[in-house]
């Protein structure tokens, strides 16, 4: 049925609509002029005093996979609580706050008005799982990032020198595990941890036996990256993730990219880059080092990032930075998981807990906004908790509300280390983000990053009709004061049309939809004689054989392919 | 009469294993499993010859069966491949974790001149089963189209855990006929997999199983399914990925319980996960890295036969280049076929592997134990294996249902993680559970995705809660809780607890399997399917968390649909009623 939403106000930053009261048309799953829709015809939204957004995306947020998977069982007691009843015909059921089953995920994106989100970390051998449970996720589209800068068969070539064949084989490990982008986590830590090594690896530090460094791993992904036009850039968690002093790595790791930037196009994601953000030399003298990367961002076109905010209370920390997870069960000292994925990758999952008055929380509190606050060009600052590392992702509104309001931030002051605090730049921020930035955080940018800002992320015409609407009366609503509303009515879209279906009606889930999964697909066919050199490879390094590392097509449900090239 | 006091140990074995394909009710599978191993030495004190009959008394039940003498020594030690003999002496008692005890079982065995029963007298005597007319089918040859034969290579084995992706499968007229590559138990699967198959549906009428069509059969299902109050779905472990994601929307529609047979696998070791975590890493690491490896009271070369030379002990990996790379060490209370192939052989004392691991924490950190002996292990030993552990550069343990099912289950294994995490500290050290049937860790990981939980899920509520001494299948069995069951691809008939069984034979019960198991020859409904990996493809998980597609080699039997399919028939089918 067609969708006509009347008058409400728009905010869609890739149109350059700025709260404009507008008329949006939906037909067939796309969004069309308004004229074209008959209103007598079409099912009429009126939405009058109401905020319209193009549906939210979140680029990074551990949603799907092995190792979200293994944390959902280490956790029972986070499943115990918090659960959502099967409601027949209308939706499945489901637990967990922190590490939600698949259907809830959904669910719970789909009632905050987001209609997207990117599995940042998937290792290639086990992709079918992660695929398996994107299937599993409603409401949403979704995507994954591949984990590949630890990867042996790589790292033999780049070694060698043998650029041609790298650069071919990253195009048949995105292929065959029918993902979207390259992501480098620690680069070339699990190397290193086969041994239990590797904690602290620095970006020129060399890795055994490769004699390579992560600047090499860093400049070769983006290099070979750019070349096959890949949609998104590489997508790095930095080295030596989580250690005070860190924010040098950062600098050192979005400089090393800088030289290869064609006419200031970006080509380094830095993810949550919170956690990477830290001055001072131990955990006694941390200190934000927010400012010499925002500093960085705003003066090199080349960068983006997203935050990885966290917030404070229960946290489930997972990443495929295996010896920082190992080195946090030390400070947590309750449940370590720890995996490793021949020839690819290693993980690790710890359960942690922020405190409002610990004064590196504080610190961690702080950096995740300053790094938005600080920001000249919102189009390279994305709006992350990193989910489930900072904070699940329904603590977006919560987030949102605090980088409108500075009263709420000074509200939160009252309950934090003072001795953090005054090692933060926060408090002496006084900038409020207004509607149309946050339409740029959560939506238009992540998007365009992405690369696909042609479809996504927007509501001009031609655009899905993926569209959030908000009960909040910019007019009335003074957002600075009244930070709790924007916190609940962002909790709960009033309306969310996915693929020009209304799914989510006054916060509850009216529907249940699958959404597509996204996939690169190249243009040029793979070398026949380097397929025979991969075969044997796989025998050698790996336990299932090439063929049967290749994922069918069909077992994905919607599968839709971005070409590159 | 001379009696003798024994700790009976049940567990898998080759003939039981291969038993599966041809049948439960054939001589080959009675001689396999109804007996007893006994050490010599214990034989000759009971006075009984090899072959002779035993009567084995638990404080649970007793059966006569056929003692067999041990090729090893263990005196103290009796061993019985488990099913239906065994499920009559094993101790149903789950002490809140799901899982009954199977192995450390106090027994007294004496000689006696009463019979064995067989299959059909236990099921109809002890479970008061009609069982005179299980219907004989065969399948029919085929006419002979053409005597062309091709190769389908890189087959995923759909037996157990290591699913093997490397089978070379021969197929001639829509029949496997030459399996290449694969163990004994995998390539007896493939070539056996038209034998004892259920070619009709079935639906007992009067006490009787009566031949009926698909669509009746399904209805039938549906209508038990639908007005249970609290239905069990139990099983999955045999079958792909696509039918258990069908299995818990079915069990959230009817407010049920879900649960699969980790249960009495490896469920305590997912109860262990929960309390300490784990360290682990796919086998492709240890092939490549892993110059220690310990299994720990699991018998991969009866088991997991190829585990040893693909994966572990003989595999040709980067780093470990062989056998002559790797030490071995098998630790269990008795000397396994594994054993033969160690470096060193600790012989635990039975039920008291958490005091081993205890100990190898401590002697790892250095901590003095004042006694002289652990678990029966004399300290020196322990001390020679932390040494062992400490100095690896990549060490594993294997681990099976010689901790899982014994006294202390998940809190063995919970000590035993902790000990891998520990020896982290000084070097690299995994380990990694020896998952039994080929997608149990499938029925796990769709489990946990869909509703949090990995087993033992109960839907009752609306949403998914857990609570496995109570919502495990065997608990609600045992308790005769639920007041009708759907099984898929297992056989709790013949290895349950007797005291299930006899809950479970009173209720309708829905069985879903390709072959004539004896579950199904006890069930109100019986539905055959396609047998997944052979004739249906899908995917399963490889006891390591790999993903791996099985393959469809030929054509299912005429009108014999998928467990996906026959599963959203019934879905469909119970929509309607409720």
Redesign the interface.
Known sequence: MDLLIKNGFVYDPINGVNGEVLDIGVRGGKIVDPSEVDPREAKVIDARGKVVMPGGIDIHTHI?G?K???G?????S???FS????E?GVH?????KY?????LTGYRYARMGWTMAVEPATPP??T??TH??LD?TPMIDKLCFLLLDSNRILLDYLSQGDLDRFRTLIVWFLEATKSYAVKLVDPGVAISW???RGYGLDIDDEIEPYGITPRDIITSFCRVNQELKLPHTIHVHCNRLGIPGNYETTLKTMKSTSHLSVGGEVNIHITHAQYNSYSGESWFDLGSGSEEIAKYVNNHAHVSLDIGQIDFGTAITMTADAPFE?ALFHLSRW?????????EAASG??PFKYRKRNFVNTIQWCIGLELTLLSKDLWRVILTTDHPNGAPFTRYPKIIALLMSKNYREEIFKKLSRRGLKKSILPSIDRELTLYDIAIITRAAPARLLGIDNFKGHLGVGADADVAIYDIDPEKIDLSRDYMKIKERFSRALYTIKGGEIVVKGGEIVKEVYGTTYAVKFREEIDKSLLKELEEKFR??????L??YWI?EE?IRHLRYIYCG | MAGLNLVLVTGRSLSQGEGLDIGKTTKDYFEGVAIIELDGEDLEALGVVEGGKVKVETEYGSIVVRAIKSRRKHKGIAFMPMGPWASLVIDPNTYGSGMPTLKGIKARILPTDEKIPGIKEILERIYNIRVKEIPKETLSEGESVSTASRVIDNVACSFCGCLCDDLEVEVRNNRVVKVRKACSLGSSKLLHSRENRILNPYVRENGVLVRVDLRSAVKKAAEILANAKYPLLYGWSNTSVEAIRVGVELAEYIGGVFDNTSVICHGPTIQAVQEAGFVTSTLGKVKNYADLIIYWGCNPLNAHPRHLARYSAFAKGIYAKSRRDRKIVVIDVRETDTAKVADLFIKVKPNSDYELATALRMAIRGYDIESGKVAGVNVEKIRELAEMMVSAKFGVIFYGLGLTMTQGKGRNIEELIRLAQDLNEWTKFVAIPMRGHYNVVGANQVSTWTTGYAFSVDFRRGYPRYNPGVTSATDLLNNGDVDAALIVASDPVAHMPAKAVENLVKIPVVTLDPKWSLTAVASTVVIPVAMTGVEVGGTAYRMDKVPIRLKKLVEPPPGILSDEDVLRMILEEVKKLR
């Open positions: 799907a092995p979200v998977n293994t959902r069982l280490m956790m029972p986070d499943h115990y659960f959502m009843k099967f027949k499945r059921s489901g637990t967990g590490t939600p089953s698949t259907f051998l086990k079918l799982h398996e449970e599993d086969s041994w239990g190992y449940k370590w998981g720890g995996a490793e994925v021949e020839n999952i710890v050698e390094y790996y336990t299932i054989s063929s049967n069918p077992g």
